[in-house]
């Protein structure tokens, strides 16, 4: 049974092209900075986002977890927005590694805005915790791919420059933002003191991510990298990979939205159907089914018999990402089998 894989795209296997170049990366050990392909992806990823630096790590959760180790004190506390992947999925890293409290705050359809910060930044009386960072997500996971406005971030920015605290982009999908709206991702990232980026979502390399921002903090969060157990050796071979994607997997994100609309477009008239296609503005859809007898992973397992994987986000919400290795023909064989088992 052919097997369609829309849980996320992770899923992604590297094409048989990124394997060559991956296969002829030239390498040297990182741990001394002489990996050249290594150096090579640092330097047009920090060119890409206007950084003075950037440095490779193995995960966006690495990524994420140095940019707070490297912008917080012990104590302090960092805004996070309540859907994001920084306060649900990275395990209670940022308790764990930096010894911070997380500030979660809810978005409209995880965007938050200046006004929303602005009442979470705490007053500098002693017995408050001490706001030290802002943490955005571009675009935003859990709640479906949802792009931010860039003069939301302007003003979230004017606010963290007049209260002295950083500003921290998970842009994990940060390509997706910028192939839909066609602003670059350095427009975006000016306005961040860090931002961290992945090749291993739709960009489909298979291992990687990086974090940017000024000489000294990614200086210092090479050090942190080390102590988390970072520190890679040969590991040009999976930056050739990441390089490949750059040059050949921007473009083409737009054909991963465009499935993903599609999609969601064929989905939302399913009776017990919740899904918001305003929120589907990437290549994720998240969608909510009220009045089934059926839970989601319920649903989930049925389509899975069916050959059709999707992935849960809630007791009732599910997922589905569009990525390359899902052509048109699948998302329309899958569609077929999402409306075969729930269309009554
Ligand atoms: C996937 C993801 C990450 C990082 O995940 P890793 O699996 O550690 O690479 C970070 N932020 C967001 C929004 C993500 O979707």
């Given amino acids: 049974m052919e097997i369609i894989d829309l849980r996320s795209d992770t899923v992604t296997k590297p094409s048989r092209e990124m394997r060559e170049a991956m296969f002829t990366a030239e390498v040297g050990d990182d741990v001394y900075g002489e ?16 950084k003075e630096a950037a440095l490779f790590v193995p995960s966006g959760v690495m990524a994420n977890q140095l940019a707070i180790k490297t912008q917080t004190q012990p104590g302090d506390e960092v805004i996070v927005e309540s859907d994001s992947h920084i306060f649900n999925f990275e395990t209670a890293g940022a308790a764990f590694l930096s010894n911070v409290q997380l500030c979660p705050v809810e978005g409209n359809n995880g965007i938050l805005n200046a006004e929303q910060v602005a009442q979470a930044i705490r007053s500098k009386v002693y017995y408050n915790p001490k706001t030290s960072l802002i943490c955005l997500e571009n675009t ?12 939301e971030i302007q003003k979230i920015y004017d606010l963290a420059q007049n209260k002295n605290l950083a500003l921290h982009l998970d842009g994990a999908r940060l390509w997706n933002a910028s192939v839909a709206t066609g602003i670059a991702p350095i427009e975006y990232a000016r306005f961040f003191d860090t931002v961290s980026v992945c090749f291993s979502k739709g960009l489909g390399a298979p291992i990687g991510s ?5 000489r000294e903090k990614i200086e210092s969060a090479r050090k942190y990298r080390k102590i988390f157990g970072g520190g890679m050796r040969q590991v040009g071979i999976l930056a050739a990979g990441a390089l490949f994607a750059l040059d050949h997997n921007i473009e083409r994100l737009k054909e991963d939205h465009d499935k993903a609309k599609w999609l969601a477009k064929e989905l939302s008239n399913l009776p017990g159907m919740n899904l918001d296609l305003n929120s589907v503005q990437t290549n994720i859809i998240i969608f909510h089914m009220s009045g089934r007898s059926e839970s989601a992973e319920e649903i989930i397992s049925q389509l899975k018999a069916k050959g059709v994987l999707i992935s849960e986000m809630g007791i009732s919400t599910l997922r589905a990402v569009t990525h390359l290795d899902v052509s048109m023909e699948q998302i329309q064989k899958a569609s077929a089998t999402i409306k075969s088992l729930l269309g009554n």
């Fill in 140 to 151: 935003h996971n859990k709640a479906g791919g949802t792009i931010y406005p860039l003069e």
């Fill in 35 to 50: 990996d050249p392909t290594v150096n090579r992806l640092q330097e047009k990823v920090a060119e890409i986002l206007g």
């Fill in 210 to 214: 990086a974090l940017t921002g000024t």
